[in-house]
């Protein structure tokens, strides 16, 4: 099914742990995204990806690692995880910037 | 600094009656406005837009307003039905934030049967 796709949806992991979370979309859409969502914020954009071997920081990405190799995969990696990262992470594409973004369904991320 | 306020945590409105969220942002750079409706566990799902050229757009039960000399939007669903209830969402984007989305903090709109 056409779509884009999180895994895991869940994960329980300790302070100082690597964590890696997956984002796939089929679409071939050039952009894409990473978010987090915490009480009282709305979506803070961590990392995006113009197309593939190019990305750019955003409103907060301390802590945070991104690569994008190939079109349909960008990866979010936390290379020593903290409790402040304990949030719900949302990965997003879109066609081109200014475009509306189509979201998956969330991993939510507990570090303990 | 929030550049984008959603400033009503939650709404409580009549099935049938008419819904009205609100949202202003303080970047009079912001072109572009759109509205997102998230239920639990899932991601938000676009529901309209608004370009700042414009005053209203209309999508079936859904409505955008823009008022560029207040630095306001409002989205006006009616009427409401109990498949509305969901968290909703306005982001903005202008050449100042690289066309990237500045997200509210978001309402959640509750439809009482």
């Known amino acids: 099914d056409a779509g884009i796709t999180q895994s895991p949806r869940y994960k329980i992991t300790e302070t100082g742990r690597q964590v890696t979370l997956m984002c796939h979309q089929t679409?071939?859409?050039?952009?894409m995204f990473w978010y987090r969502q915490d009480l009282g914020h709305g979506l803070r954009l961590i990392y995006y990806s113009a197309a593939a071997d190019i990305t750019d920081k955003g409103e907060v990405p301390d802590g945070y690692v991104v690569s994008r190799s190939k079109t349909e995969n960008f990866p979010l990696t936390l290379e020593s995880a903290t409790r402040s990262q304990t949030s719900v992470y949302f990965c997003a594409s879109s066609e081109s910037v200014g475009q509306p973004q189509h979201f998956g369904d969330g991993t939510r991320l507990s570090i303990l | 600094d929030q550049q984008v306020k959603q400033n009503s945590p939650s709404l409580s409105v009549q099935e049938g009656r008419i819904s009205i969220l609100n949202c202003d942002y303080t970047?009079?750079?912001?072109?572009?406005f759109l509205w997102y409706k998230k239920y639990p566990a899932e991601g938000p799902t676009f529901l309209i837009s608004i370009s700042s050229i414009k005053d209203k757009n209309e999508d079936g039960r859904f409505t955008v307003f823009l008022n560029k000399s207040a630095k306001h939007l409002s989205l006006h669903i009616v009427p409401s039905q109990p498949g509305d209830s969901a968290v909703y969402f306005c982001?903005?984007?202008?050449?100042?934030?690289?066309?990237?989305?500045?997200w509210g903090a978001g309402t959640k709109l509750i439809i009482k049967p």
């Open positions: 970047n009079s750079m912001f072109d572009y």
């Open positions: 679409w071939s859409h050039s952009y």
């Open positions: 982001a903005a984007s202008g050449a100042d934030s690289n066309y990237q989305l500045i």
